[in-house]
Nanobody
Framework: EVQLVESGGGLVQTGGSLRLSCVAS????????IGWFRQAPGKEREGVSC????????YYADSVKGRFTISNDNAKNTVFLQMNSLKPEDTADYYC??????????????????????????WGNGTLVIVSS
C-alpha cells in the first residue's frame, strides 16, 4: 500500500520560511511525478509544485515561482518543498501527492497540464501552513 506522509507545516510570519517534507512508502512504480497541492478555506485546490522521477524536471505554479523550491532524495523516497518569502495568501493545507507516469513517454516540460489533482494516484493527509501578517 502506497503511503505519503507529510511534515513540516506550522505557523510563520510573513516573509518567513518553512520546509515541507513528504516520505513515500510502498511504491510499486518508479516513474512518477510527486509534489504538492494546497487548499485554502473556501478556495479550490491548487497544484503548487512537482518533480519528475524520470528526469528531475520541475513544475511550479505562477503564484510560487521564485519563492518555492522543490527537491527530492530518491534514495529515501522523500520530496521537499522549501518555501521562502511566505505570504498570508500561502496559508493553506498542503497535500503531498503522487502520479504514476508509466502511461506516457512525454516529458513533463511538454505537458499542457503537468500537475492536476484529478490525475493523482495517491494523496497524503496534509499539513497545515499558516502565514501571519
Amino acid at each position: 500500500e502506497v503511503q505519503l506522509v507529510e511534515s513540516g507545516g506550522g505557523l510563520v510570519q510573513t516573509g518567513g520560511s518553512l520546509r515541507l517534507s513528504c516520505v513515500a512508502s510502498g511504491l510499486t512504480f518508479d516513474d512518477y511525478a510527486i509534489g504538492w497541492f494546497r487548499q485554502a478555506p473556501g478556495k479550490e485546490r491548487e497544484g503548487v509544485s512537482c518533480i519528475s522521477s524520470r528526469d528531475g524536471s520541475t513544475y511550479y505554479a505562477d503564484s510560487v515561482k521564485g519563492r518555492f523550491t522543490i527537491s527530492n532524495d530518491n534514495a529515501k523516497n522523500t520530496v521537499f518543498l522549501q518555501m521562502n518569502s511566505l505570504k498570508p495568501e500561502d496559508t493553506a493545507d498542503y497535500y503531498c501527492a503522487i502520479e504514476s507516469r508509466t502511461w506516457t513517454t512525454q516529458p513533463m516540460a511538454e505537458m499542457v497540464t503537468p500537475w492536476v489533482d484529478y490525475a493523482m494516484d495517491y494523496w497524503g493527509n496534509g499539513t497545515l501552513v499558516i502565514v501571519s501578517s
